[in-house]
């Protein structure tokens, strides 16, 4: 079996363990069972939420049995870590919905099969439903001393600010506990997650010495950082979420596609399946040539390819080519054609009617009007890859792509539309 460890060292990806030697001799006596799990904070899974998720794809490649948790419970009480303040509690109703389709993305990055690697998906509420309020405090929350629940960072913090109720305060037990029953349930001795879950993580560990006197491991991953300071997975429209009605497949590949020299190699170890030498090739074409942006290429259609698909992978790549002349603007599906829109300068009007330079400037391609008309003049300015010519012309319904669109270019690179009704 593949050294795991190693791998995810030398993918700049290893934040803690609980031992690291002796998680080594257990994954070599062979296959482990391991665990990540995954609160339904919001309708989809974001890119934090990825770099866990591929821990947990990377053990089942090296020959170990991963689960995935969905927190059909914890998602209804909320997690304290890296706040500042009390969450909003969201209904049952919202929370089961997020349920269900966070099981699915999470479904889509781990095998299942009959193989004894096969992976399993699980929901926290199957056990803890079952829980009273008596039998939670008399059977679980009696090993978890006090003081040592108010020492952990997440809590500390908090205590130190607008305080916390008792809700989040019990987050901890809750999430210990999954691991207790995984380890009776499935024999599981390892939970992964990022580094801001390393209390809790490790509270499930005490929790599963004090219990039933098993030992088991812990182990974090590091958090994605930007080398410009600014957070990752973060956009001006908010987060990068794995799903493309959330964040679009075109967007999601233009964000990738755009990753700073600094980060690119970071990236494409801890989010693709390149092998060390591949990226070491990468990472020498990123210091002679890095006006060629092949490591950004890489890693965008790797990314996109892994979160979207090869088709939607192939739509995209497209649609980047003809919003620069290098494809046919009319053969893009309409739903492609309004995602990369969306990411460019967009003028939005009623009807037909505006004169071309108008929308040039509405646009905000050009600073103003008298700017659109030298552009024209200049021979610099497209209507859907066609160059206009003409300063007084007028688009018709003939110029529409999809009824609805059209797209506008001044010279090579400067890529904005119009979006009609």
Same mark, same amino acid.
Request: with cysteine; hydrophobic share 40%.
């Given at each position: 079996?593949?050294?795991?460890?190693?791998?995810?060292?030398?993918?700049?990806?290893?934040? +803690?363990?609980?031992?690291?030697?002796a998680?080594?001799?257990?994954?070599?006596?062979?296959?482990?069972? @391991?665990?990540a799990g995954?609160?339904?904070?919001?309708?989809?899974l974001?890119?934090?939420?990825?770099?866990?998720?591929?821990?947990l794809t990377?053990?089942?490649r090296?020959?170990?049995?991963?689960?995935?948790?969905?927190?059909g419970?914890?998602?209804?009480?909320?997690?304290?870590?890296?706040?500042?303040?009390?969450?909003?509690?969201?209904?049952?109703?919202?929370?089961e919905?997020?349920?269900s389709?966070?099981r @699915?993305q999470?479904?889509?990055?781990?095998?299942?099969?009959?193989?004894p690697?096969?992976?399993?998906?699980v929901?926290?509420?199957?056990?803890?439903?079952?829980m009273?309020?008596?039998?939670?405090?008399?059977?679980?929350?009696?090993h978890f001393?006090?003081?040592?629940?108010?020492?952990?960072?997440?809590?500390?913090?908090?205590?130190?600010?607008?305080?916390?109720?008792?809700?989040?305060?019990?987050?901890?037990?809750?999430?210990?506990?999954d691991?207790?029953?995984?380890y009776?349930?499935?024999?599981?001795?390892? +939970?992964?997650?990022?580094?801001?879950?390393w209390?809790n993580?490790?509270?499930? @560990?005490?929790?599963v010495?004090r219990?039933?006197?098993?030992?088991v491991?812990?182990?974090?991953?590091?958090?994605?950082?930007?080398?410009d300071?600014?957070?990752?997975?973060?956009?001006?429209?908010?987060?990068?979420?794995?799903?493309g009605a959330?964040?679009s497949a075109?967007?999601f590949y233009?964000?990738?596609?755009n990753?700073d020299d600094?980060?690119?190699?970071?990236?494409?170890?801890?989010f693709t399946?390149r092998?060390?030498e591949?990226?070491?090739a990468?990472?020498?074409?990123?210091?002679?040539?890095?006006?060629?942006r092949?490591? +950004?290429?890489?890693?965008a259609?790797d990314?996109t390819t892994?979160?979207?698909g090869?088709?939607?992978?192939?739509?995209?790549?497209?649609?980047?080519?003809a919003?620069?002349?290098?494809?046919?603007l009319?053969?893009?599906?309409?739903?492609t054609?309004?995602?990369?829109?969306?990411?460019?300068?967009k003028?939005?009007?009623?009807?037909?009617?505006?004169?071309?330079v108008?929308?040039l400037?509405?646009?905000?391609?050009v600073?103003?009007k008298?700017?659109?008309?030298?552009a024209?003049?200049?021979?610099?300015?497209?209507?859907?890859?066609?160059?206009?010519?003409?300063?007084?012309?007028?688009?018709?319904?003939?110029?529409?792509?999809?009824?609805?669109?059209?797209?506008?270019?001044?010279?090579?690179?400067?890529?904005?539309?119009?979006?009609?009704?």
């Open positions: 079996m593949t050294d795991i460890l190693d791998e995810l060292e030398w993918r700049d990806v290893l934040a +803690q363990t609980t031992d690291i030697d998680l080594r001799a257990a994954l070599s006596k062979g296959p482990i069972t @391991v665990y995954f609160d339904p904070t919001a309708p989809s974001h890119m934090g939420n990825l770099a866990t998720l591929l821990i990377r053990f089942q090296a020959g170990h049995k991963p689960i995935g948790l969905v927190g419970a914890t998602g209804l009480i909320g997690d304290p870590s890296g706040r500042s303040t009390e969450r909003v509690l969201n209904t049952t109703e919202v929370v919905e997020w349920v389709r966070i @699915v999470v479904e889509k990055f781990l095998t299942f099969d009959d193989s690697t096969s992976a399993a998906l929901s926290n509420l199957d056990w803890t439903a079952e009273s309020a008596i039998g939670f405090l008399r059977d679980i929350g009696k001393p006090v003081n040592r629940m108010l020492a952990r960072e997440s809590v500390a913090a908090r205590l130190g600010g607008e305080g916390l109720s008792y809700t989040e305060f019990s987050y901890q037990i809750l999430q210990a506990n691991y207790l029953e995984l009776r349930r499935n024999g599981c001795t390892l +939970q992964v997650g990022g580094s801001d879950q209390g993580i490790t509270a499930g @560990v005490d929790l010495r219990v039933e006197g098993g030992h491991h812990a182990l974090t991953g590091k958090l994605i950082t930007k080398a300071g600014t957070k990752f997975g973060k956009t001006a429209g908010g987060s990068v979420w794995l799903d959330l964040t075109y967007a233009q964000y990738f596609l990753a600094r980060d690119v190699v970071r990236f494409l170890k801890v399946f092998e060390r591949e990226i070491e990468l990472e020498k074409a990123v210091a002679d040539r890095p006006f060629a092949e490591a +950004q290429r890489t890693l259609e990314l892994l979160v979207h090869a088709d939607e992978l192939a739509a995209v790549v497209a649609a980047s080519k919003l620069f002349g290098q494809g046919s009319e053969e893009l599906p309409g739903s054609l309004a995602a990369a829109l969306a990411e460019v300068p003028a939005t009007v009623p009807a037909l009617g505006a004169p071309f108008d929308l400037a509405d646009s905000g391609l600073e103003s008298s700017a659109a008309r030298r024209v003049k200049e021979g610099g300015a497209y209507l859907n890859n066609v160059k206009i010519t003409d300063e007084s012309y007028v688009p018709e319904a003939s110029d529409l792509l999809h009824g609805r669109f059209m797209v506008l270019r001044r010279g090579k690179k400067a890529v904005g539309g119009v979006e009609v009704g």
